[in-house]
Protein backbone atom coordinates (compact mmCIF):
# COMPACT_ATOMS: atom_id res chain seq x y z
CA UNK A 1 0.00 0.00 0.00
CA UNK A 2 2.85 2.56 0.88
CA UNK A 3 4.76 1.68 -2.05
CA UNK A 4 0.72 2.54 -4.30
CA UNK A 5 0.93 6.12 -2.04
CA UNK A 6 4.42 6.40 -2.50
CA UNK A 7 4.30 6.23 -6.76
CA UNK A 8 1.12 8.33 -6.67
CA UNK A 9 2.70 11.17 -5.09
CA UNK A 10 5.95 10.52 -7.04
CA UNK A 11 3.53 11.24 -10.33
CA UNK A 12 1.63 14.18 -8.74
CA UNK A 13 4.11 16.62 -10.10
CA UNK A 14 4.55 14.86 -13.54
CA UNK A 15 0.42 15.31 -13.88
CA UNK A 16 0.19 19.10 -13.03
CA UNK A 17 3.55 19.34 -15.17
CA UNK A 18 0.98 17.64 -18.25
CA UNK A 19 -1.62 20.41 -17.30
CA UNK A 20 0.66 23.19 -17.79
CA UNK A 21 1.99 21.97 -20.69
CA UNK A 22 -1.29 21.32 -22.53
CA UNK A 23 -2.23 25.43 -21.71
CA UNK A 24 1.20 26.38 -23.43
CA UNK A 25 0.52 24.83 -26.24
CA UNK A 26 -3.00 25.75 -26.69
CA UNK A 27 -1.47 30.01 -26.16
CA UNK A 28 1.55 29.09 -28.16
CA UNK A 29 -1.13 27.98 -31.21
CA UNK A 30 -3.62 31.18 -30.37
CA UNK A 31 -0.39 33.33 -30.36
CA UNK A 32 1.17 32.03 -34.06
CA UNK A 33 -2.50 32.01 -35.27
CA UNK A 34 -2.25 35.48 -34.80
CA UNK A 35 1.67 36.56 -35.84
CA UNK A 36 0.72 38.13 -39.23
CA UNK A 37 -1.71 40.60 -37.63
CA UNK A 38 -0.28 41.22 -34.17
CA UNK A 39 3.59 42.36 -32.59
CA UNK A 40 3.57 39.70 -29.62
CA UNK A 41 5.22 40.70 -26.36
CA UNK A 42 5.37 38.32 -23.35
CA UNK A 43 4.98 40.39 -20.22
CA UNK A 44 5.40 40.31 -16.37
CA UNK A 45 3.27 42.62 -15.27
CA UNK A 46 0.48 45.54 -15.99
CA UNK A 47 -2.08 42.94 -16.28
CA UNK A 48 -5.80 44.57 -16.71
CA UNK A 49 -7.54 43.86 -13.36
CA UNK A 50 -9.05 40.56 -12.86
CA UNK A 51 -10.47 41.16 -9.45
CA UNK A 52 -8.75 38.63 -7.12
CA UNK A 53 -7.99 36.16 -10.21
CA UNK A 54 -3.96 36.29 -9.58
CA UNK A 55 -4.45 35.03 -6.24
CA UNK A 56 -5.65 31.96 -6.47
CA UNK A 57 -3.49 29.03 -6.30
CA UNK A 58 -2.34 28.77 -9.67
CA UNK A 59 0.26 25.95 -11.30
CA UNK A 60 1.04 27.86 -14.25
CA UNK A 61 0.18 31.93 -16.00
CA UNK A 62 1.26 33.58 -18.60
CA UNK A 63 0.40 37.00 -19.92
CA UNK A 64 1.14 38.56 -23.34
CA UNK A 65 0.07 41.64 -25.08
CA UNK A 66 -0.76 41.69 -28.98
CA UNK A 67 -0.23 45.13 -31.08
CA UNK A 68 -2.24 45.23 -34.25
CA UNK A 69 0.66 45.98 -36.15
CA UNK A 70 -1.54 48.38 -39.05
CA UNK A 71 -3.10 51.11 -37.75
CA UNK A 72 -7.16 51.57 -37.89
CA UNK A 73 -9.21 54.23 -37.07
CA UNK A 74 -11.10 53.82 -33.81
CA UNK A 75 -14.71 55.45 -32.61
CA UNK A 76 -12.91 58.80 -31.46
CA UNK A 77 -11.72 59.18 -35.01
CA UNK A 78 -8.01 58.72 -33.74
CA UNK A 79 -5.68 56.64 -36.28
CA UNK A 80 -4.45 53.73 -33.58
CA UNK A 81 -2.44 50.40 -32.98
CA UNK A 82 -5.34 48.86 -30.89
CA UNK A 83 -3.76 46.54 -28.11
CA UNK A 84 -5.35 43.26 -26.65
CA UNK A 85 -4.40 41.06 -23.31
CA UNK A 86 -4.14 37.37 -22.99
CA UNK A 87 -4.05 35.92 -20.01
CA UNK A 88 -4.49 32.70 -18.96
CA UNK A 89 -4.07 30.25 -15.48
CA UNK A 90 -3.82 26.28 -15.27
CA UNK A 91 -4.67 24.65 -11.96
CA UNK A 92 -3.89 21.11 -10.89
CA UNK A 93 -7.37 19.82 -11.57
CA UNK A 94 -10.96 20.78 -12.20
CA UNK A 95 -11.26 20.67 -8.48
CA UNK A 96 -8.39 23.28 -8.24
CA UNK A 97 -10.12 25.30 -11.02
CA UNK A 98 -13.37 24.96 -9.34
CA UNK A 99 -12.29 26.24 -6.02
CA UNK A 100 -9.97 29.45 -8.15
CA UNK A 101 -13.61 30.04 -9.81
CA UNK A 102 -15.23 30.66 -5.95
CA UNK A 103 -13.11 32.71 -5.14
CA UNK A 104 -12.49 34.98 -8.19
CA UNK A 105 -16.76 34.89 -8.61
CA UNK A 106 -16.89 36.68 -4.85
CA UNK A 107 -14.17 40.14 -5.99
CA UNK A 108 -14.77 39.35 -9.98
CA UNK A 109 -13.46 41.74 -12.71
CA UNK A 110 -14.69 45.20 -11.16
CA UNK A 111 -14.60 44.37 -7.81
CA UNK A 112 -18.11 42.93 -8.86
CA UNK A 113 -19.66 39.78 -6.76
CA UNK A 114 -21.15 37.56 -9.30
CA UNK A 115 -23.18 34.25 -9.40
CA UNK A 116 -21.82 31.53 -11.84
CA UNK A 117 -24.50 31.42 -14.38
CA UNK A 118 -26.10 34.56 -13.74
CA UNK A 119 -26.03 37.58 -16.16
CA UNK A 120 -25.52 41.13 -15.55
CA UNK A 121 -26.17 44.01 -17.37
CA UNK A 122 -24.06 46.69 -16.28
CA UNK A 123 -20.75 46.65 -14.16
CA UNK A 124 -18.64 49.08 -13.84
CA UNK A 125 -14.81 49.49 -14.63
CA UNK A 126 -14.78 46.44 -17.25
CA UNK A 127 -13.47 46.24 -20.73
CA UNK A 128 -15.05 43.94 -23.36
CA UNK A 129 -13.17 40.29 -22.51
CA UNK A 130 -14.12 36.78 -23.68
CA UNK A 131 -13.32 34.23 -21.03
CA UNK A 132 -12.67 30.68 -21.44
CA UNK A 133 -13.50 27.95 -18.40
CA UNK A 134 -12.24 24.70 -19.55
CA UNK A 135 -10.92 21.73 -17.41
CA UNK A 136 -8.08 22.83 -15.42
CA UNK A 137 -7.84 26.65 -16.67
CA UNK A 138 -8.86 30.07 -17.45
CA UNK A 139 -8.34 31.81 -21.08
CA UNK A 140 -8.74 35.69 -20.77
CA UNK A 141 -8.78 37.54 -23.64
CA UNK A 142 -9.30 41.54 -23.08
CA UNK A 143 -9.99 44.26 -25.55
CA UNK A 144 -10.16 48.01 -25.64
CA UNK A 145 -13.73 50.17 -24.90
CA UNK A 146 -12.94 51.90 -27.94
CA UNK A 147 -11.42 49.62 -30.75
CA UNK A 148 -13.50 46.65 -30.80
CA UNK A 149 -16.89 46.49 -32.38
CA UNK A 150 -19.49 43.61 -32.67
CA UNK A 151 -18.29 41.47 -35.75
CA UNK A 152 -14.42 41.75 -34.37
CA UNK A 153 -15.82 40.82 -31.05
CA UNK A 154 -17.04 37.60 -32.76
CA UNK A 155 -14.32 37.44 -34.95
CA UNK A 156 -12.07 37.34 -31.42
CA UNK A 157 -14.41 34.67 -29.21
CA UNK A 158 -14.48 32.14 -32.75
CA UNK A 159 -10.66 32.57 -32.34
CA UNK A 160 -10.37 31.75 -28.56
CA UNK A 161 -13.00 28.92 -28.68
CA UNK A 162 -11.47 27.01 -31.61
CA UNK A 163 -7.97 26.86 -29.21
CA UNK A 164 -9.23 27.01 -26.06
CA UNK A 165 -12.40 25.72 -25.97
CA UNK A 166 -14.29 22.52 -26.90
CA UNK A 167 -17.98 21.38 -26.39
CA UNK A 168 -17.61 21.85 -22.15
CA UNK A 169 -16.25 25.03 -21.86
CA UNK A 170 -17.99 27.64 -20.48
CA UNK A 171 -17.76 31.06 -22.00
CA UNK A 172 -18.29 34.98 -20.19
CA UNK A 173 -18.28 37.76 -22.46
CA UNK A 174 -17.80 40.96 -20.56
CA UNK A 175 -18.97 44.55 -22.64
CA UNK A 176 -17.46 47.59 -21.83
CA UNK A 177 -19.35 48.44 -18.49
CA UNK A 178 -21.16 45.54 -18.70
CA UNK A 179 -22.83 43.34 -19.58
CA UNK A 180 -21.48 39.85 -18.32
CA UNK A 181 -23.16 37.37 -20.18
CA UNK A 182 -22.75 33.16 -19.32
CA UNK A 183 -23.00 32.49 -23.16
CA UNK A 184 -21.90 28.36 -23.38
CA UNK A 185 -22.43 26.03 -20.93
CA UNK A 186 -23.60 28.41 -17.85
CA UNK A 187 -23.94 26.74 -14.76
CA UNK A 188 -26.89 26.11 -12.67
CA UNK A 189 -26.93 29.55 -10.76
CA UNK A 190 -29.15 27.32 -7.91
CA UNK A 191 -26.54 24.75 -7.50
CA UNK A 192 -25.47 24.39 -4.71
CA UNK A 193 -22.32 23.63 -5.11
CA UNK A 194 -20.82 27.01 -6.63
CA UNK A 195 -21.98 28.42 -3.09
CA UNK A 196 -19.23 26.72 -0.68
Known sequence: ?????????AFAPLLSYGQAEELKQRTALFL???????KIKELNGNEPDYGVLPE????????????QIEKELNDLGNNVKPKYDLS??????????KYALKFWFKEFIGDKRITPGRDYRTVDHIVPGIIIIEKNYIAILTLSC?????????????????????PNAMVVELGCNGPIEWTKNAPDPKDPSWRR
Not at 32 to 38: D, G, L, V
Not at 56 to 67: D, G, V
Not at 88 to 97: F, I
Not at 150 to 162: A, K, P, Y
Open 88 to 97: TYAYEDEEEL
Open 32 to 38: EEQAANY
Open 1 to 9: MKTLIFTLL
Open 56 to 67: TQFIHHSYFQLK
Open 146 to 166: YSVDIEEFRVWRSSMLGVFGS
